[in-house]
């Protein structure tokens, strides 16, 4: 795994999400767009490991670093983002439902909406020898509806792999607040074996984890928790810090430039007229 690679894609993503806070911000107040700034690293592994074409995937309303690891131009999410009826999605998703990649099965705005879907996906998939892959939040974790997909995924023994963007917080109220046990011991409760990387991991230990966990969802139920930090607030019409932002990116020279060219065509873009 190249490091140099990974350091582009959040380039990238930066960029484009840093776009849109400037086109929204004081265009729209109240948008609410959910940048995967911080989230970077589940979108990139998982979408260069995987056998994407071979696979079903669910999203959630911060999944822009997924379409963008997915292949998906600036040009097309931008175009969703703005409501073009010319995008794939006739702009009738917008940045919470994304589903402009074929293996994209959900991207869901309403909280653990995606994991029956999921579930669903799976129970097919088993027969037609497909992965399932569910992207969901640590705060998803406490509604009613994941312990009972996890109990009939369990059960089962349905193929997916649960992928947890565990920033430990949902909005503005920490995961310790709001659960009593941990997102492993959810998932132990049924049985499923959980992984658990952090942004300390490094590179080749996590990609070799996410290997494993890939292999073994073909045949049953697995879960891996990523730790890491939503760099930002919640939603863009919170966000009170951009410099605080892009100061964590600590860019050099080289890199500062990358990014402003990604984020000028991204502007472009956005204030392009159809
Ligand atoms: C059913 C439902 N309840 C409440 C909300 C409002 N809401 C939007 S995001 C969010 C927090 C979710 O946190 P988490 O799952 O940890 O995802 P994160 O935003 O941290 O990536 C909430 C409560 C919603 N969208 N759907
Ligand atoms: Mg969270």
Request: glycine content about 6%.
């Amino acid at each position: 795994m190249n490091n140099i690679k990974y350091r582009n894609f959040q380039l990238s993503v930066v960029a484009l999400e840093f776009a849109l806070y400037s086109y929204y911000y004081n265009k729209e107040k109240g948008r609410n767009i959910h940048s995967s700034i911080g989230h970077e690293i589940t979108a990139y592994l998982l979408t260069s490991i995987l056998n994407v074409e071979d696979a079903s995937l669910m999203l959630y309303y911060r999944s822009h670093a997924w379409l963008l690891g997915l292949g998906i131009s600036f040009k097309e999410i931008i175009n969703e983002i703005k409501g073009n009826k010319n995008s794939l999605q006739k702009g009738q998703g917008g940045t919470m439902n994304l589903f402009l990649h074929p293996s994209i099965i959900d991207c869901n705005s309403i909280i653990g909406a995606q994991i029956p879907i999921a579930v669903g996906a799976a129970f097919a998939n088993k027969t037609l020898k497909k992965q399932t892959i569910c992207v969901l939040g640590d705060g998803a974790t406490n509604t009613g509806v994941f312990f009972e997909s996890l109990n009939i995924v369990s059960l089962y023994k349905l193929p997916i792999l649960f992928i947890i963007e565990n920033n430990e917080i949902a909005i503005n109220t920490s995961y310790s607040k709001t659960s009593a046990i941990d997102i492993k011991a959810k998932f132990e409760l049924f049985s499923i074996t959980c992984f658990e990387v952090s942004l300390n991991s490094g590179f080749e230990t996590t990609s070799s984890i996410i290997s494993d966990a890939i292999v073994l969802s073909k045949t049953r139920p697995v879960s891996i928790i990523f730790q890491l930090e939503r760099i930002g607030a919640h939603t863009v019409s919170m966000e009170r810090n951009f410099d605080e932002i892009i100061n964590k990116y600590n860019l050099s020279a080289n890199e500062k430039l990358k990014f402003n060219v990604i984020y000028e065509e991204c502007k472009t873009l956005l204030n392009t007229e159809d």
